[in-house]
């Protein structure tokens, strides 16, 4: 058995296009259309990686070889045990990341599959604020913003997906070496507000990890 390696957006990434595969596959009827698709599924993926083993490369390499639903079920089962789970925080870990939140309102931990989060987020709706967590170059770290609900349907800035967004923005800890003690710069993306879905959505953290580093650094 591999050494866990898959990390929760690597395996959105794999699935979404073991999907492609499998879909293609019942509807696609010329052999090298098919081909090209197998081979572009491929690709991907391995691209998702910065690098594998053989042994890891030999079992995401199996995605090509995809062609009923069952084969598709079995495929993604096989990469259960080689998947890597967001770092278990506690409720301690939590306040030390936002220590002015006196009354700091926390996630239920008993619902959360950390397997299937990249980042950790929730909502303090009497606040109006959005807590995220995430662990940037193995280290758990924390911002925090103010969120305005756009009230419509937009594609979030981190997941590219399409559903209910919110405005978030964060005051970033860097400044100007001539700047003014009264001087702040704010970070605004649009965000999911059902932080699962987004997590189920996620192929890419590199917008993520941007965002995070803009704050904190």
Known sequence: ???????????????KQARN??????????????????YSAETQILEGF???TSDQRQLLEKVSVLHEAEDLQQYLNSLTPNRVAFSQ????????????????KLPDFSSIDFLSFTYLSWLDIALNKMFLVYNLDDQIVGIEGKYIPTNK???????KGHGEV??????????????SVDYYKAVG????INSEKCNDNITDVTYLERFIKSIIR
């Open 1 to 15: 058995m591999c050494k866990p390696f898959i990390r929760n957006h690597q395996y959105n990434l794999i699935k």
């Open 21 to 38: 595969v499998q879909y293609a596959s019942k509807t696609v009827a010329d052999p090298r259309v098919m081909e090209a698709i197998r």
């Open 50 to 52: 910065p690098s594998l």
């Open 89 to 104: 925080v506690t409720e301690t870990q939590l306040r030390k990341l936002f220590p002015k939140n006196k009354k700091l």
């Open 153 to 159: 349907k937009d594609v979030c800035s981190l997941c």
């Open 166 to 179: 919110a405005l978030v923005t964060a005051l970033t800890k860097s400044k100007p070496a001539n700047a």
């Open 189 to 192: 993306n649009y965000m999911c």
